[in-house]
């Protein structure tokens, strides 16, 4: 039996209610730090230690937060999924397939202070083929077509393993939608998104640097019903 897409038991006791009234003081002193001129990894370290938290939870906290800054640019830059009508939207594919697949197995989901939805999967390079996969495609996929998305890009990271296969399956599962499909394997992924516009992606560097973005994953969740939980 394979293990679910971003389970780790020990979710249960991290971000328990009680935990979670932890991390949530934890991340507005992070958060605190962050607006004053400080480094994000440094200022969870920091508080971190003094609330002695797992290094799950520091990076639960570390995805979650944001400057006031940053708030401000991603809220101005997010295109509402209701006005892609006709238009061609830009999408980091394994970020967004990943998340879906933690959603669709039921683990740890963030929601996020600039609203993106991130999970706390680290595949580090390694990815393969699961059983929410096929899923997670024609859920996008369905989206983006009732959205009546004209064109569809998805850039898929060379490094990481079984990209290719991956490809194969989203082309596969794309064939069938009214959308112009074209799925790209290439390196530097994120700086390919770099000043695009309508970019479906949560990565907090692809949302900072380009022209604008659409909270897909957001749309998704909620359509399923799943639940995301909030440390800040």
Known sequence: MQAKRGFVPKDERYFSLAS???LRMASQHVTYLIDNGYDLKQAS???GDHFQLS???RIAIMRSVATREQLADRHAKEV???RLGGTAVWIDGLNTIITLEVMLADSTLLSCMDGAVRDLASLRGTYRLIPET????QLLFDVLQTAGVQTVTILLDQPVSNSGRLKGLLDDVGKDHSFELDVRVQGKVDQALFGKERVISSDSVVLDHCASWVNLTRRCMELKGKQAIKVW
Do not use: H, M, S, Y
């Open 20 to 22: 979670l009234e932890t």
């Open 80 to 82: 509402p999924i209701e």
């Open 134 to 137: 096929t899923e997670a495609a």
């Open 55 to 57: 290094e799950r939870q």
């Open 45 to 47: 370290t920091f508080v």
